[in-house]
Structures are given as C-alpha cells and as structure tokens.
C-alpha cells in the first residue's frame, strides 16, 4: 500500500481500515515511511479526526510494532504511573523509588519533552552520566536490582512512538486525545504491568485544557487499559499553575532529590504531597496495601525512612549516573547560571497563570527543543514560590529565571511577569486533585 493513498483518505476526511493503520504504523516502524508522509497523515488525523475504531486500531498496532515486556522472572506486582503532561511536572522520579521501597517493581518507559512540557528522560539526563538507552536485558537487571528502572522507547519497546512521538512534538500535532491515547498506551502496555495509575493534567499548562476534556482522555484511557486487561485508574490533576517550585530539566531533579531527602521546601509540597497520592493508588490497584490509608502511610514511611532516597541512588548508580547527586542535589545547578528576578508589575492576587507560557518561556531559553534533532540545555529553568490565590505586591519577586543571556532573560522575564495575572479580587486556590476515575 502506497503512503498517498492512506494520507488521500484521511486528508478527504475519510476512515482508515485497520490494514490502513496496520500499514502506516508498520512503515513508520521499519522506515519505509518518509518523515514528510507521516507528520502528513498525522496532521490529517489531527484535522480530520480519529473514531474510537480508529483510536482502539492505532493503539494496538502501536503497541505490537515492539514487543511486550516479559517480566515474570521479577517476582513482584509490576505497576506504573504515567502523566499526560505538564509544567513542573517531575512526580516520576519521587514514585518511582517510593513504589520500589514498598516492593512494587516498576518499569518506567517515558518520553523526553514534549511541545511546552519537560520529559522524564530529558530530566534523568541532567544527572552527569545517566543512561536512559538501556537494552531490555540490562533495564530488566536493574529493576531486579533496586525495584525500578528508567528508560525512553526503544526499537523493541514502542518503537512507533518513539518516531511519533518526537515527530509530533516538532510538528504541533500533540494535543489530540487519540493520538494521546495511543502513545501513552502503546508504552504503558508494552511494559508488561498488573496496574497503571494514570495522572491527566488539566488546565493552562495541559495539553488537554478543558475539564470535560481532560475527563474524557481520562476515560478513554482506563478503558484502553481494561481492554488490554491492565488495572487503570486516572486521577485528573491541577495544571492551572507549575507543580512544585522548578520547571527547567536540572533544577525538577534537585526539586525531587529535596523530596526524597525529606528536606521539600513549602513551594514544593504540591509535588510531594501530589506523589504521594499517585504512588498510593500504585500500591492499592496491585494489592500491595488493602486500602487508601494503608497505602498513604506505608508510601510516606518509604520517603520519611530514606528508603526510597537509597533506591534513587542505586538506581542512578545501575544506570550509569553519578549517585553522589542525593547526597549533593546542588552538584546538579550551573553557579554559572546567576538567576534573573522576574517582579510583579502590580500589587494584588495571583489570579491565574498562562502555565503554556511558562513552560514556551523555558523551552525558549533552551530547555526544550524546535526540531526532533536539537539538543537542549538542560541547567536553564524558573521556579517561582507564588500560587494562586497569593498576595503580591508591585516590585515583589513573582519567580527567578535561570538563564544564559542577559539580553534573553529580559524578554523572557517580561513573558513570564506577563503570565502571571493579578487581580484585586482574593482568588481561591485550585483543588490538586479534581476527580479520580
Ligand atoms: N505523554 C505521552 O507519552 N504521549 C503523549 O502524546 C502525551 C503525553
């Protein structure tokens, strides 16, 4: 089947067969498929649409264009949590050494930055020497060794997201449920788990903004996993402002290396006491703890203990990266790097908070990329310790910016004082956790 063929009938608004998607997702696997042919039929699904047929087809054939994980040799429950995407958005490397210090084992396939947002492997990267391309035998020996590993799609494990994803990041073609669906599921399900916990970001810094929507990619995504006979539960997430206190790939690792030192800072208690929740819905959905309060407490006794700090450090240490980062998380912080204070125009309430803009202004000064191909500066970031609902006053430090350009960092401070609205209305502050599906 030619590649015109399948992107003419999506282009007139027509539906793929599953041979159709079968094709597609087999030409992007094995690179008969041209760049320009599959960001052209995925612009095309984007406009045009994709029906739950279509949806459930380009799932599976994105999931066995790798194979699933064998993992029966580790004896645990195997389970996993995965977010949509956001800004500040770094509970997977506070959960994943908590889950492993209460014995799940936890086989974390992620992605790098994704348009506005940062990306698990791109963070883990900002760890001098870590090595997120593990083969499959070596990713599972680590698992073995300290309950969880880290590692991006590879050509056996999701090899179709792996193309799609970095294409999709590049051409504007992210935030679609579908194509969310069926990226975020062909590497959840290759990961061979018992129970996956799922994190839908909603509001400004989502890439599914809405909150009927972001249910809805909720559901959609449960039930895929149902389908596929996997234990899925979402919680739908407040992104109406950054999780925590740092966006910026080096500074959110320092920010959950504070946390699994138990030394979290109040701007960063969102992120732990979102991580928290997650890693207890981990340990309820496999049968670890019996029930929500059993859960919360043995997953704060793994962080309050340093368990889960030891398990980071093995972690790092399996996958090549220098451990000496728990015990020195400042190594991870450029000094060069003097930080640029951005001030609030006004005297009033936080309002709101355009979360896209601050995630584009980091992108913007390097943290994440243009093309597929860039490479990104992993030490600029911003952190900020206002929240909704905060009272400011006019000159007052809305946040610090991380930068390698003073020129830069002026215009860039001017879009961030920007994103920050206020008002003189007192503004409630957002709930963390909206719905649980
Ligand atoms: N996370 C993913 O893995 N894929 C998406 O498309 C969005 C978020």
Redesign the pocket.
């Known amino acids: 089947m030619r590649p015109q063929e399948i992107i003419a009938v999506k282009r007139d608004g027509g539906r793929l067969s599953d041979a159709y998607i079968e094709a597609f997702i087999s030409g992007v696997t094995d690179g008969s498929w041209a760049d320009y042919q599959t960001t052209a039929l995925v612009m095309a699904m984007f406009t045009r649409g994709l029906d739950a047929g279509e949806q459930s087809a380009i799932t599976r054939a994105m999931l066995y264009s790798g194979r699933v994980m064998d993992l029966s040799d580790i004896d645990a429950p195997k389970a996993d949590k ?4 956001g800004v500040g958005d770094k509970t997977s490397l506070v959960i994943a050494p908590i889950a492993a210090a209460c014995g799940v084992a936890v086989p974390m396939v992620s ?1 790098r930055g ?1 348009g506005h947002t940062g990306g698990t492997l791109d963070k883990l990267e900002s760890i001098p020497g870590y090595n997120v391309r593990l083969s499959t035998a070596r990713f599972k020996n680590v698992i073995r060794k300290c309950g969880f590993g880290l590692i991006g799609q590879t050509k056996e494990i999701a090899p179709a ?1 792996r193309k799609l ?1 970095a294409l ?1 990041d590049a051409t504007a073609t ?1 935030p679609y449920i579908p ?2 669906v069926a ?2 599921m062909s ?1 959840k399900l290759a990961e061979g788990l018992d129970a996956l916990v799922l994190d839908v970001k909603t509001g400004s810094g989502a ?1 599914i903004r809405k909150y009927q929507d972001s249910l809805e990619l909720a559901r959609e995504l449960c039930s895929t996993g149902r389908e596929f006979g996997v234990r899925t539960e979402a919680l739908v997430t407040d992104m109406s402002q950054p999780l925590g206190k740092f966006v910026g790939n080096a500074h959110e690792v320092f920010e959950c290396i504070q946390i699994l030192r138990d030394e979290a800072e109040p701007s960063m208690r969102p992120t732990v006491e979102l991580s928290l929740e997650l890693t207890a819905r981990m340990l309820t959905q496999c049968g670890i703890a019996r029930s929500a309060a059993e859960a919360r407490s043995m997953a704060g006794a793994a962080l309050a203990s340093g368990d889960a700090l030891d398990r980071f450090a093995r972690n790092i240490e399996l996958q090549g990266g220098d451990p000496r980062v728990c015990d020195r998380p400042r190594m991870l912080l450029d000094p060069k790097l003097k930080p640029f204070v951005v001030e609030a125009k006004r005297s009033g309430y936080i309002a709101s908070v355009d979360t896209f803009a601050v995630g584009r202004a980091v992108c913007d000064i390097g943290g994440g990329r243009v093309r597929a191909e860039d490479g990104i500066d992993h030490a600029v970031g911003f952190s900020s310790e206002i929240k909704i609902g905060d009272r400011i006053r006019a000159g007052e430090e809305i946040g610090l910016l991380y930068c390698r350009d003073l020129r830069q960092a002026r215009s860039v401070s001017e879009k961030l004082r920007d994103a920050y609205k206020i008002s003189d209305k007192e503004t409630r502050r957002p709930k963390l956790i909206r719905a649980s599906i």
């Open positions: 995965h977010s949509t995407g992605g994704l997201d994803y999709r992210v194509l969310i990226s975020i590497k890439f």
